[in-house]
C-alpha cells in the first residue's frame, strides 16, 4: 500500500515539475498531472535500460525529461 501511496506522490512530483518546466501553460488537473509524472517515469526508465533484464529506476531529472517529452508528443501528436 505503501509503495502506491509513494508512487502517486512521486507522480505527482514529477508531473508538476515538468508542467513547471516546460515552455507554455500546460492545462492539467491534479489526477492529469499524477499520471503525467508516472508516464515520464516510466518512459525514462525504458530508455535508460535499453535491453537490461529488468526495470531499473530512473533519476527525477530523467523522469521530469520524460514527463516533458510526454507534453510535447500529446502537443505534436493533437496540435
Known sequence: ML???GAIFSGLIVGAL???L??????LGWVQ???LGLGGSLLAGLVT???ADGFN????LAS????????????W???
Open 64 to 75: 521530469i525529461l520524460g514527463a516533458m517529452a510526454l507534453i510535447f508528443l500529446g502537443r
Open 77 to 79: 501528436l493533437l496540435g
Open 18 to 20: 515538468a508542467r513547471w
Open 57 to 60: 529506476r530512473a533519476g527525477c
Open 33 to 35: 498531472t499524477i499520471l
Open 49 to 51: 535500460t535499453r535491453g
Open 22 to 27: 516546460y515552455p507554455g501553460a500546460v492545462d
Open 3 to 5: 509503495n502506491i501511496i
